[in-house]
Structures are given as structure tokens and as C-alpha cells.
């Protein structure tokens, strides 16, 4: 199951094409802090995150790992210890990393590890990164919190964990969801997210 559906993604990539797209830059002058999250394929939470007010940016790449940039080939064979993962650049005057941890949980499925939806193996595996003390006590409380007012009985073993290197992917994962919407939401609905996710929680979240 695995390798069929890595292979469906290598072939959406190479068949389809790659595509281009320019990131957005920060705004001179505005304060920007930075978030980073993994819930499985970063195609599908770079779409998550990109439209909220107070996003800025949205970089899909690898964290969490052994080893100084490593490409997508090797990420996905499992070898290097990384996760695909988000980095998410938002103003904290419009947007607050509460409000982000919100949309993390209600973007992911939190009752298992090492997997998200049809995407198996450690580098699919859900986690919260912090980056400082404060963000380590928000994520922590969300959590608290969630495990309270959850929806669905199975416990939460998501993890939290300190913020490491970040690598930003290879040019054409970013914002794949945009250059390839129709091939994008093709491979979404076939890992069966949207399905699981309302399952959990109830609707299926804004994407």
C-alpha cells in the first residue's frame, strides 16, 4: 500500500509536470514568526494553512531527521529520520499560533503513529514542532485541552517535539495544490483524508 501510493505521487509529479510558482516574501517591516507542523503529505497542509489571514507563507520541506539536505527520493525510502512537514510564516498581529494549532489538529488524525491516512511510515508521522518555550506551553495546553473535548474516543499520540533544521522541498512540492489542483485533489480524495477526517471530527475541513 505504501508503494502504490508513493507511486502515485511520483507519477502526479512527472507525468503532470512540475509546474512554477514564486513564494511569497515577508512584508519589510512586519514582525513574522514561524510555525512548523507535519500531518502526512505536505501538499495536502500547505493547502490547509495557505489562505488563512496572517499566513504569509507556507514552505513545504523536511524536519526532524539525521542528515543535511536530503531530497524528496530519500525522505520518502525512509532512511533519514525526517517527516514531511510545513513551515508556516504568519504575523502574530493577524493571526495567533493558537489559531494555527486549531487548524493543525482538525487537519490531521491524531490516533496514530507513524502514518497519515493512506501514507505509511515514519516520515508521514504527525507532529507539533516548537521553536520556543511559549510555543511548547500553547501546544501543550491544545492539547490538554483536546484531550478533554475530543470528539472520538481513541487517545491522541501526537507529538511534541523542539524544532529542528528545517529543509525546504525540492521547488516543484511547493504549493503543489495550486499548479496541479485537478491531480491534487485527485490524490487526496484517493488517500481517503477528506473521509477520515470527517470522521473524527464531524466536517471535513476547508481546503
Not at 512537514?85 to 490531521?108: G, M, R
Not at 470528539?151 to 521547488?171: C, G, L, M, N, Q
Request: aromatic letters at 14%.
Amino acid at each position: 500500500m505504501k508503494h502504490s501510493i508513493l507511486l502515485l505521487r511520483l507519477m502526479l509529479l512527472g507525468i503532470f509536470g512540475l509546474g512554477s510558482g514564486a513564494t511569497v516574501a515577508a512584508t519589510a517591516g512586519t514582525d513574522i514568526n514561524k510555525a512548523t507542523f507535519a500531518g502526512g503529505c505536505f501538499w495536502c497542509m500547505v493547502a490547509a494553512f495557505d489562505n488563512l489571514p496572517g499566513v504569509v507563507e507556507v514552505i513545504a520541506g523536511y524536519t526532524g531527521g539525521h542528515s543535511q539536505n536530503p531530497t524528496y527520493e530519500e525522505v520518502s525510502a525512509g532512511g533519514t529520520g525526517h517527516v514531511e512537514a510545513i513551515q508556516v510564516l504568519y504575523d502574530p498581529a493577524k493571526i495567533s499560533y493558537t489559531k494555527l494549532l486549531e487548524v493543525f489538529w482538525h487537519n490531521v488524525d491524531p490516533t496514530v503513529t507513524n502514518r497519515q491516512f493512506c501514507d505509511i511510515g515514519p516520515e508521514y508521522r504527525a507532529e507539533i514542532f516548537y521553536q520556543d518555550a511559549e510555543q511548547r506551553r500553547q501546544a501543550e495546553q491544545s492539547k490538554a485541552e483536546l484531550t478533554q473535548s475530543k470528539p472520538f474516543k481513541d487517545p491522541i499520540v501526537t507529538r511534541i517535539v523542539a524544532a529542528s533544521a528545517f529543509y525546504p522541498a525540492e521547488e516543484y512540492h511547493q504549493y503543489y495544490y495550486r499548479k496541479n489542483p485537478v491531480r491534487y485533489k485527485y490524490y487526496r480524495y484517493t488517500c481517503g483524508r477528506d473521509q477520515r477526517l470527517k470522521e473524527l471530527w464531524g466536517s471535513e475541513p476547508e481546503h
